[in-house]
């Protein structure tokens, strides 16, 4: 599906077809959590932090960012895409890192997505 129509979807979404997405979200999250492996990448002269998820039943979730606060920014997104979370109904408190993206410092790091 052309992301234009995902986009037209998203904004058409009831409150109620939203709170069916963030409630599985929230269960997946509750239950078993996500992982992320976080890696310092190097392309181009260029560096920037990569998030990969190792245990998503339905393939992979992935992310980049210059920073941390950008990486934590742009996987929170990333985790309500994949979950289908109509983009304003997102509510990025929802989910919180074990350890803050924010304290990862070097690459091959750990971090899992909770609420």
């Not at 408190?93 to 990862?104: C, K, T």
């Amino acid at each position: 599906m052309s992301r234009f129509i995902q986009r037209i979807q998203s904004y058409l979404a009831t409150p109620a077809q939203a709170q069916e997405k963030i409630t599985h979200l929230l269960i997946e999250l509750r239950h078993r959590g996500l992982t992320f492996d976080i890696s310092l990448e190097n392309e181009d002269g260029q560096k920037f932090f990569y998030a990969k998820s190792i245990d998503y039943p339905k393939g992979y979730i992935s992310a980049t960012g210059h920073t941390t606060e950008e990486l934590e920014s742009e996987l929170k997104d990333a985790i309500f895409t994949a979950f289908e979370v109509p983009a304003r109904f997102c509510i990025s408190e929802l989910i919180v890192f074990n350890p803050p993206v924010s304290q990862v410092a070097t690459a091959n790091q750990k971090v899992y997505a909770t609420i």
